[in-house]
Structure formats: C-alpha cells, structure tokens
C-alpha cells in the first residue's frame, strides 16, 4: 500500500477546482479590503521586521523543511506535498489569530499584505527549486513537467489581483469595504473549511487508509514551523508581542493555495494531496490551540 501512495490519484473534478479557484479569491479579497498603503509603509519604515517576516516565511522555512524531509526520508510525493507547504505564503487566517493571540495585529496584516506580493514569485521559485535539489522530488517534478511561468500566472490571479482589487475598493469606497470585510471574512472560512470537508468524504476511504503515514509529519512539520518563526523573531530581538506574531505567520500556510496547486498542476497527486488538505485542518487547530494559550498568559514587558 504504501508503493501505491505516490502513484494514488486524488478524486477532484472540474467543478470542484473552479469552487476552489473562486473561494480563495474571495478570501484573498476579503484581507485585502482591511489593508491600506499604509500597512506598506509601516512594514517600510520598520526594515528589520520586514527582514525577518520574509526571511522566515520564504527563505528560513523552506530551508527547514528541506533539511527535515532529508532527516526523515518520506515517501516522494509527500516530501513534495511538505515542499508545497512550506513555499506557500502565510494562511489568511492568521490575523484572526495574531488578534486573538495578543499579537501584533498591525504588523500581521502587513505582512499578510507583503508576503502575498512576494509570494508570486517565491511560491513557485521555491517549489522548484527544493523539489529539484531532491532527487526523489525532483523525478516527480520531471514527470508532471511544472512550468514555472505558468504557476507564477495562477498564484497571480488567485491572490495578486483579489488583492489589488480590495486595497483599491478600500482606498475609494473605505465604508462599503469595512462592510464588505465583516460579511466575506467569515463566509469564505466556512466556504473553504466545507470545502476540505467535502473532498475528504468523497475520498474518506483513501483518507483512512493513508492518513496514518502523514498524521505525525504534518503535526510535527507544523510545530517545526511556528518554532521557526517565533525563535528567529527572538533571535532578531523583536519584541515578544511580534514573535508570536512572526510564529504564527511562518507556521499558518495558505493550503487552500497549496491544494489548488497540487489539482490544478500535479493531477491531485496523491500522498501530496493528502499531507497538504491534513495540513488545512490541522493548523488551525493548531494556531488556535496556540493563540488561546498565548491569550491567557500575563502580558511580557
């Protein structure tokens, strides 16, 4: 069985990718429609926090995690789905998140705002250049053929222009996108959250009997990866309120963008497939385990 994994094919049809499609658009216009050009600037003005939050999220994680599948030798498209994790940008649920954890909310949105941006670029370069720096990766990427300029073309639509369009209704129709946020930040959680629920039920028998292979490493990979950003953070002496700010921004990936990936490129590829929607679930669970236990404790100077 566990031969089969890398060569399992994920059940997923047309319908359900253009919901997809559709569904983190909305979401990626729903954070945007709270950011301003000034969220840019602040990040600006503050050089070594945009320093670390970049450095974290597309250089340091990546890294990790490359060093973590060698230590562990999983099977390909699994180490390929951890891959697809870590290039992804920072999941939009993570200023709720900061917000609830006693973060830093200011900075959290900035960076949601920045990394989205430099995400266009770095999603794909990352995805193709560690998948190919390891060989069992990089057979697959061999076969499936990625095309680089293709991915950066998708990446673009699903989260550049979503963001583009709700800084712009933000910056001309301010009460309309204040309006707008409320309704479409919580609607597209559950949207999305339905939607991983659903793919799981029409594909529960594959789901049962694979799960069990990527139960620890996602668990694990997880906690790897909100250590990564909260020791960096303090490594960097930022202050204890923006290092769980930078934990929680290294360690909640955007999967739903991973997953739309993985269908729309890798023919829902299945161990890759499998890690990365086990991901959606569990960090959240995980972030909000986090935040819950960071906003009970007393406040550090």
Not at 11 to 16: G, H, I, W
Not at 41 to 69: A, D, E, H, M, Y
Not at 114 to 119: E, I, K, N, P, Y
């Amino acid at each position: 069985m566990i031969e089969n994994l890398d060569s399992l094919k994920i059940n997923f049809n047309t319908e359900s990718l253009w919901v997809l499609n559709i569904t983190l658009a909305i979401i990626m216009f729903g954070v945007a429609l709270g950011i301003t050009m000034e969220d840019f600037k602040r990040l600006f003005n503050n050089p070594k926090i945009l320093f670390t939050g970049i450095i974290s999220q597309f250089i340091l994680l990546p890294f990790v995690t490359f060093i973590f599948i060698k230590l562990v030798n999983p099977m390909p498209s699994i180490a390929l789905g951890m891959m697809m994790v870590a290039a992804c940008p920072g999941g939009n649920i993570s200023n709720f998140l900061s917000q609830m954890a006693k973060g830093n909310s200011a900075l959290s949105v900035s960076l949601t705002a920045f990394a989205t941006l430099v995400s266009l670029v770095m999603t794909p370069f990352n995805l193709h250049f560690w998948g190919n720096l390891y060989a069992p990766t990089a057979e697959i990427l061999h076969t499936i053929e990625l095309n680089p300029i293709e991915l950066l073309k998708l990446v673009t639509l699903i989260l550049g222009v979503p963001l583009i369009i709700g800084m712009l209704v933000r910056k001309h129709k301010p009460i309309l996108a204040e309006k707008l946020s409320k309704v479409l930040k919580p609607i597209s959680l559950i949207i999305f959250l339905l939607f991983i629920f659903i793919a799981f039920y029409d594909n529960f028998d594959i789901f049962i009997n694979y799960v069990h292979y990527v139960l620890i490493l996602v668990i694990a990979h997880n906690i790897l990866a909100l250590a990564t950003g909260f020791y960096f953070a303090k490594a960097m002496k930022l202050s204890y309120t923006d290092q769980k700010t930078l934990a929680i921004e290294t360690g909640i990936q955007n999967s739903g963008l991973g997953l739309l990936l993985i269908f729309s490129f890798f023919n829902g590829l299945g161990g890759m497939a499998l890690l990365v929607a086990f991901w959606a679930i569990w960090d959240i669970f995980s972030g909000v385990a986090l935040a819950s236990y960071w906003a009970k404790q007393k406040v550090k100077k």
